[in-house]
């Protein structure tokens, strides 16, 4: 490693490290220049051995992963890509627990975003289009994609995968009308490492009310405060035929409510469908 990469990676380090004021999440952090994706090496490190609360970032990922089996652009120098590795012990948490941590991430963004750009300088706050995709502006900021091993029944690890567009400004043609980046939206610096010490600081907190309740109970307030689709009409996605209806919010284990125009009600999995407003994105 010549002289140049090696103060380009002490820089990169200095700054995505030194606002982490968290127990354990974020303890330890590896920081990479350029890495496959943050996810990916979050299941090799934890392969090895790295421990509960570790977080992988990047500043540039050559096979981001996206939802879907989408790909997720990161270029590098804008933008925030980190994966969150949870060990949890003795059943702390099962496997069908798992999918609902990605909601307690989106609300941890949401949260952190909302602290460090207050709506009164920003003049729009984040809010959260279900299940995950946190949207400041009517545009995605911000992706989240969870994936899990298991070990017999039980959960070897879960990576909570996160992307945030920081200070990118031009995105590829194909998804110009539905993402944008803070500082395009704030018209001033964001910095990344602040940024994420403030997310793993709210996931913590977050996360013990989760394990405490076993789902999301305790978090349905914050959670349907925050939510862009509540009282508005989606269409709801399902291969086996799309539908409309208003969203009312979502169950204690994540699930979209939405009633239907004859005033019943139907629960929506986000593992097989998606929704979006009926006039565009949200
Ligand atoms: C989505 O499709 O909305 C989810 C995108 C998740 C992207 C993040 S970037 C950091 C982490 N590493 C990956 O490869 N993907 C996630």
Known sequence: MDGQKISNLENLKKELTGHIHTKWAGQPIY??????????????????????GAVIVADTQTAGRGRRGR???????????CSLLLRPKERTIVPNQAPMLTLVMAVAVAKALQRMMPEQISGTTPVIKWPNDIVLDNKKVCGILTEMRLKGTEIDHVIIGTGINVREREFPQELCAKATSLEAVLGQKISRGELLGEILEEFEA????????????????????????KDREVTVLDPLGEYFGIARGITGTGELVVELPDGSHR???????????????V
Do not use: C, K, M
């Open 31 to 52: 920081v990479y220049e350029s890495i496959d994706s943050t996810n990916a090496e979050a299941a090799r490190l934890s392969a090895e051995g790295a421990e509960h």
């Open 267 to 281: 629960e929506v999995f986000a593992g097989e469908v998606s929704v979006r407003g009926i006039y565009g994105y």
């Open 71 to 81: 790909r997720w652009e990161s270029p590098a120098g804008d933008n925030l890509y």
């Open 206 to 229: 977050l996360y013990s009310e989760f394990v405490q309740a076993g789902d999301l109970s305790r978090l349905l307030t914050i959670y349907n405060d925050l939510l862009i689709n």
